[in-house]
C-alpha cells in the first residue's frame, strides 16, 4: 500500500499537468482563432493576441518540465536495451509530434535489469537532469525578483513568466523523486540531489577557468550528457551552467532570459496547432479515409500495397506536419496488412519509416517553422521549397520501392465509383492543405494563422463526424504534451546557441571552409556530410537551432540561395531519422511494430539510397543556380 502511494502520486501529477496542457492548448487555439475572425469580419484586431500567445507557450514549456524527465523521444538511448516495457505504459507510441518517440516511455529511473554501466549512466543522467532543473529553478527565480513593470496588453507583472519556470524545475524534482520512492530508490535519489546541488554551488562559487575554450568544453559536455541519455533540454541548460566555469559570460538569471525569448516567439504557436490538426485528423478516422483513397489510385499496381503506403504517406504530410505522425499511423495502418501478405516485417517497417520521412518535407512542416524563427527566413517561401523537394523524394521512393518489390502484393482494382467515393471522404484533409499552404502563399494569412484555422477547421470537422468526446480531448493533452517538449527544446537550445555565437565558433567555421574556395559545389558537398554526420546522432529540432546558425552563412558566402539551402538542410537532418545508432523514424516504427531496431536499419538501405539520390539531386540544381 506504502509502495503504490508515490507510483499513484506520480502518475495522479503526470495526468493533471497533461490536462493544464490540454487547457492551456485550448485556450491559445481561441486566442488566435478569435483574433484571425476579428481582423477579416470585423475588421478590427484583438489587443494583446500575441501577447496573450507569448505567455500562453511559456505556460506549456513550463508544464513540459516535469514530463522531459520521462519523455523517452527526448533523449538518445544509445546503450539502452530494446526489451519489452514491464509497466506496459510505453507500448502505445506517440501519434503525433515532430520530437516524441514514446511520451510516457520506460521508467527511466527502474533499477530492474540494469548493469553496473547502465546503473552508472543512469545516476549520471539523473544529475545532470538535477542540475538543470536546480539551475531553472534559481536562475528563473532571480530573473522574477529582477523584472520589474508589467506587460503592455495584459497588465501582468513581467516577472511571472520566469516564476513559471521556477515553479516548472520545481515540480520536475517532484516528480523525479516520486518515481525514486515507487521504485525504492530514495537513497538513490538523495544521492543524486547532493551531488548536482554541490555541483551547481562548485560553478557559481571557483573563479572561471580560462584555459579551454567555453563554447569547446559547452559542446563536450553537452555531448557527454546526450550520450548517456540525459534528456536534451536538461542536457543544455545543464552544459551552459557548467561552462561558465570555465568562463562562459552567462549566468543563471541571463540563461533564463535567453530560454524565455527562445521559446515565446509568435511563430512558434503554429507548432501546436499543426500537432493538433494530425491528431484530429486520425482520432476521426479522416486520416484512415486518405489510406482507402491511397489505395484505389495506386493499390492494383506492382507493389501495390507499398505504393499505397506512399502515396498515404504524400496525402498526409499535407495534413500532420509530422514525421512522427506519419511513422506512428502508418505502423499501425500498414504494418499488418503488408506482414498478412507476405511481405517480411523488417522491410515493411523499413518502409514506413523512410515513407515517413516526407512528412517533415511537405508542408506544412513543424522543421521548417523551427527554422523559419532561428535563420529569419522566409517561412512561405521554405514551404514552397519544402513542397517541390517532397515531391522529389517521393518519386525516388517510388521507383525504390518498383525496383526493390517492397512487396509484391497488389489489391484488386478500384471502380471509378469508389475511386470517387473515398475521394469525396478524404477531401477534408486536402483541405486542410489547402488552408495552409496557399493562404500562406498567397499572403492572406500568416504562417500562425493558417494553422490556428487548420486546427479549427479540423476541429469541425471532427465533430461532423460525431467523434467521441474522449478522443478529441485525448488528441488535446498528447499535442499539447508534445508542443510542451518541443517548446522546452526549443528553449533550452537558444542559450547554448547564443554562447557558441559569442565564442566566435561561426567565425572559426566560415575560416575553415575558405579553403574550399567560392565553389558553390564543393561548399554545398562539404556542408551535405556535416550535417548528415550530425543527423546521425542529434534530433532534427536540435540539430536545426544549432547548425542553421553556423552553416547557412558558409552556404550564402559561397552563392547558394538561402532557401534552396535551408530546404537542403532540413532534408538532410531528415534523412538522418533513418541511419543509426539513433534514427528516430526506425526506433518509432520499431517500438510500435516489435521489430528489432538492427533488422530495421539493415532493411532501410534501398530506401536510404533513393533519398540520398534525391538529396545529390537537390544539391547539384543548388549549385548549379548558385554558379549563374
Not at 495552409?436 to 470537422?461: D, Q, W
Not at 530506401?607 to 543556380?625: C, D, E, N, T
Amino acid at each position: 500500500m506504502l509502495a503504490s502511494m508515490p507510483q499513484a502520486l506520480s502518475l495522479r501529477l503526470e495526468r493533471t499537468l497533461e490536462l493544464a496542457g490540454a487547457l492551456t492548448l485550448a485556450a491559445l487555439l481561441a486566442t488566435v482563432t478569435a483574433s484571425v475572425a476579428l481582423r477579416y469580419f470585423a475588421a478590427s484586431g484583438f489587443t494583446g493576441a500575441e501577447e496573450a500567445a507569448s505567455w500562453l507557450l511559456v505556460t506549456l514549456a513550463s508544464i513540459g518540465l516535469p514530463l522531459a524527465s520521462t519523455a523517452k523521444g527526448l533523449r538518445i538511448d544509445l546503450f539502452e536495451g530494446r526489451s519489452a516495457p514491464s509497466d506496459g505504459r510505453d507500448q502505445r507510441p506517440s501519434a503525433r509530434g515532430e520530437l516524441i518517440v514514446d511520451d510516457r516511455g520506460t521508467n527511466p529511473f527502474s533499477s530492474e535489469n540494469r548493469s553496473v554501466p547502465q546503473e552508472l549512466r543512469t545516476i549520471f543522467s539523473g544529475v545532470i537532469t538535477l542540475v538543470a532543473c536546480i539551475v531553472v529553478i534559481s536562475g528563473s527565480g532571480k530573473a522574477a525578483l529582477d523584472l520589474g513593470g508589467v506587460s503592455p496588453s495584459l497588465v501582468l507583472p513581467e516577472g511571472l513568466r520566469p516564476a513559471m519556470l521556477s515553479a516548472g524545475g520545481v515540480l520536475a524534482i517532484v516528480a523525479i523523486l516520486l518515481r525514486h520512492v515507487a521504485d525504492g530508490r530514495l537513497v538513490a535519489f538523495a544521492s543524486m540531489l547532493a551531488i548536482a546541488v554541490g555541483l551547481h554551488w562548485v560553478v557559481g562559487a571557483v573563479p572561471p577557468l580560462d584555459q579551454v575554450s567555453p563554447s569547446f568544453m559547452l559542446c563536450c559536455l553537452a555531448l557527454v550528457a546526450i550520450l548517456a541519455g540525459t534528456p536534451l533540454p536538461h542536457a543544455f541548460i545543464a552544459a551552459g551552467y557548467v561552462a561558465v566555469a570555465f568562463g562562459a559570460p552567462m549566468p543563471e538569471e541571463a540563461m533564463a532570459a535567453a530560454t524565455l525569448s527562445g521559446l515565446s516567439r509568435y511563430l512558434l504557436t503554429a507548432i501546436p496547432f499543426f500537432l493538433l490538426a494530425g491528431a484530429l485528423l486520425t482520432a476521426s478516422g479522416i486520416a484512415s479515409d486518405l489510406v482507402c483513397f491511397a489505395a484505389t489510385l495506386v493499390g492494383h499496381r506492382r507493389a501495390g500495397l507499398g505504393q499505397t503506403v506512399l502515396l498515404t504517406g504524400v496525402l498526409f504530410s499535407g495534413a500532420s506536419g509530422s514525421s512522427i505522425a506519419n511513422a506512428a499511423f502508418g505502423t499501425a495502418a500498414f504494418m499488418p496488412q503488408l506482414t498478412a501478405h507476405g511481405t517480411p516485417p523488417a522491410r515493411a517497417g523499413a518502409l514506413i519509416a523512410a515513407v515517413s520521412v516526407l512528412d517533415n518535407i511537405i508542408p506544412p512542416s513543424i522543421a521548417f517553422l523551427i527554422l523559419a524563427a532561428s535563420a529569419d527566413l522566409s517561412t512561405g517561401k521554405l514551404l514552397a521549397g519544402g513542397f517541390v523537394a517532397g515531391l522529389l523524394m517521393a518519386a525516388a521512393l517510388a521507383v525504390a520501392i518498383h525496383v526493390n518489390g517492397a512487396t509484391t502484393a497488389r489489391t484488386a482494382r478500384a471502380s471509378a465509383e469508389e475511386s470517387r467515393r473515398f475521394g469525396v471522404r478524404a477531401l477534408p484533409a486536402f483541405g486542410l492543405g489547402v488552408i495552409v499552404v496557399a493562404g500562406i502563399r498567397a499572403g492572406v494569412v500568416s504562417p500562425t494563422e493558417a494553422a490556428a484555422l487548420a486546427a479549427a477547421y479540423t476541429l469541425i470537422a471532427v465533430f461532423l463526424k460525431r467523434t467521441a468526446v474522449y478522443e478529441v480531448c485525448a488528441a488535446f493533452r498528447q499535442s499539447a504534451r508534445e508542443t510542451a517538449a518541443i517548446l522546452l527544446l526549443i528553449g533550452s537550445a537558444a542559450p547554448f546557441a547564443f554562447l557558441i555565437a559569442i565564442d566566435g565558433v561561426a567565425a572559426h567555421l566560415s575560416s575553415a571552409a575558405s579553403w574550399l574556395g567560392s565553389n558553390p559545389f564543393l561548399v554545398i558537398a562539404a556542408l551535405n556530410l556535416l550535417l548528415l554526420g550530425v543527423g546521425l546522432f542529434l534530433d532534427i529540432g536540435a540539430a536545426i537551432l544549432l547548425f542553421a546558425p553556423l552553416t547557412l552563412p558558409i552556404a550564402v558566402s559561397a552563392g547558394i540561395d538561402p532557401i534552396h539551402f535551408g530546404v537542403i538542410l532540413v532534408v538532410n537532418l531528415m534523412i538522418g531519422g533513418l541511419t543509426p545508432p539513433v534514427g528516430i523514424l526506425v526506433q518509432t516504427v520499431g517500438n510500435a511494430s516489435g521489430v528489432p531496431a538492427v533488422a530495421l536499419f539493415a532493411a532501410s538501405r534501398p530506401y536510404l539510397l533513393a533519398l540520398l539520390s534525391a538529396l545529390g539531386l537537390l544539391s547539384f540544381s543548388a549549385a548549379l543556380v548558385a554558379c549563374f
